[in-house]
């Protein structure tokens, strides 16, 4: 027998996960899974039960948005045989289901959770030792992923995001830090920092993209030096989301790295898949190579 453990978060993608339910969990059944399905109640909620019973089931679905599909494999990460997991995307932004070229549609996604989808080896970080699965950074814009309402959120997608980061812009300061990585170091003034392993953050396509390959034990590393003008930070900034060649000003840094330590003499605030990931003087970030599997649509 088939046992099956479905996570979904009913406050995920306005709602709509209680609206495809009845389908959702069809496909299970037609897969030959016997289902037995958790709403989340809270934050945190879907680590909790994935850490109590994940262990007696052959594979875990979760629903919901990328916090979600985080809180669990934050709970796998600490488990010593993990089985396999599955994600069906309802959030706003749905960064990783892009990475796993997951369709849109509840039942098409489900039925790659459940049935076509292929397992596949994937890397997860750790920063200071807490598991993310595609992006922890810090600097520019990035309170504005916990800090902006779900209202709003739901409302505009990733462009809430957007909105929220521009708002922010008066309040942008630098920090001055030390950056070693893989026997190398350097150390400057820095806007903005992301270690990933993602083909989309925030819902758009960073420059790296094409360098992610999900298991081989690599960081994607892009960090914005301080430039010498707001005309240069509005460069470095833009290309985040164009193509490297928008990045006139030289304040834009991209390299691959496999452990990274990050120093500074104040505390520097983090986030880890778009929640809020602590604030230290020294953080450290690891990739997990082929950490967990995770089904995908190849």
């Known amino acids: ?81 993990p089985p396999p997991l599955g994600y069906v995307p309802f959030g706003s932004t749905n960064d990783c289901a892009a990475t796993l070229r997951l369709p849109r549609k509840p039942r098409e996604s489900a039925l790659v959770a459940a049935g076509t989808g292929v397992a596949l080896p994937m890397d997860i970080g750790r920063l200071n030792g807490r598991p993310f699965v595609y992006v922890a950074a810090f600097g520019a814009f990035t309170k504005v992923a916990y800090d902006t309402p779900q209202e709003l959120k739901n409302t505009f997608g990733h462009l809430a995001y957007i909105f929220a980061g521009i708002a922010s812009l008066p309040t942008i300061a630098p920090y001055h830090m030390a950056v070693e990585y893989d026997g190398q170091t350097l150390e400057d003034d820095f806007y903005f920092g992301m270690v990933s392993n993602s083909q989309s953050i925030g819902g758009i396509r960073p420059p790296t993209a094409k360098q992610v390959v999900l298991d081989d034990g690599l960081f994607e590393v892009l960090l914005v030096k301080k430039p010498l003008s707001l005309a240069d930070l509005t460069d470095g900034l833009q290309a985040l989301v164009t193509k490297p060649a928008a990045d006139r000003s030289g304040a834009l840094v991209q390299f691959q790295a496999r452990q990274l330590t990050f120093t500074c003499q104040q505390p520097v605030p983090w986030t880890v898949d778009g929640e809020f990931g602590g604030s230290q003087t020294v953080n450290r970030v690891a990739n997990c190579q082929k950490a967990l599997k995770i089904i995908r649509n190849v």
């Not at 109640?41 to 599909?69: H, N, S, Y």
């Open 1 to 81: 027998m088939n046992r099956l453990l479905f996570i979904y978060n009913p406050a995920s993608g306005t709602g709509q996960v209680k609206t495809a339910l009845a389908q959702v969990l069809d496909v299970f059944t037609k897969a030959g899974w016997v289902t037995t399905s958790y709403p989340t109640q809270c934050r945190g909620d879907a680590a909790r039960v994935t850490r109590e019973l994940g262990a007696g089931f052959a594979r875990i679905i979760c629903a919901g948005g990328d916090g979600t599909l985080s809180e669990v494999v934050s709970a796998l990460a600490e488990m010593k045989d």
